[in-house]
């Protein structure tokens, strides 16, 4: 009766009402070391212009996030798909506001620091080493239920008087060379960081 449930992949509840979408955590090779690009969004942009993030953006319908991953490096970098190696995927960041982000660490080759301007304002790179040694500054915004007026009360124990659940949304910062790298990009960074330092590689990177 219950066969064709064991084969299902386990999905988001409410998974319909999130927004995908999908980044790449690049990493360029400079000099023997690697270093992490990023790129500084378009003032021209309706959201969020001028903010630093990696490339990426919102998965198409019936695209995989890893696809979708690779067509918006390429779009925004103006680079061909031989020129990025998904590496791995990396954790996946889901907000409280309904939106879940696809992660992957990435490896660009032959990079001229070409970019659609369309998109993108500038690009700039960070060595690796920063974020596998830096911790950053975090703070933490208070995330609380506020329904609206036309909630049905009467339908709920305690009626108004119903307490909540809260909880904690950590913000990251981190800041190099004068520049902030924070919130969703840093959250994702910071992960990446420790997914990288928890294989061990950097220890075989310093010998």
């Known amino acids: 009766m219950f066969d064709a449930l064991k084969k299902r992949e386990p999905k988001l509840i409410d998974m319909e009402l999130y927004h995908r979408s999908a980044v790449v955590v690049p990493l360029v090779e400079k000099n023997g070391d690697y270093q992490v690009l990023f790129e500084v969004r378009s003032k021209g942009l309706k959201r969020q212009p001028g903010e630093i993030c990696f490339p990426g953006g919102g998965c198409e319908t019936g695209e995989s996030p890893e696809a979708g991953a690779r067509r918006e490096i390429c779009e925004e970098l103006l680079i061909s798909e031989s020129q990025i190696e998904i590496a791995a995927p990396m954790d996946i960041f889901v907000s409280p506001f309904n939106m879940i982000i696809y992660p992957y660490l990435g490896i660009l080759k032959d990079y001229q620091n070409t970019f659609s301007t369309d998109e993108v304002l500038e690009v700039f ?28 009360w009467a339908k709920v124990q305690n009626g108004r008087q119903y307490r909540w659940g809260r909880g904690l949304y950590p ?22 960081a420790r997914q990288i330092k928890n294989t061990g590689w950097r220890s075989e990177w310093e010998k």
């Open 125 to 152: 790179t960070v060595p690796l080493a920063y974020f596998m040694e830096t911790e950053p500054e975090t703070c933490y915004n208070k995330i609380y239920t506020e329904p609206p007026e036309n909630f049905p």
């Open 171 to 192: 913000v990251h910062f981190y800041e190099y060379d004068h520049r902030i790298i924070w919130g969703i990009t840093a959250k994702i960074m910071k992960n990446t």
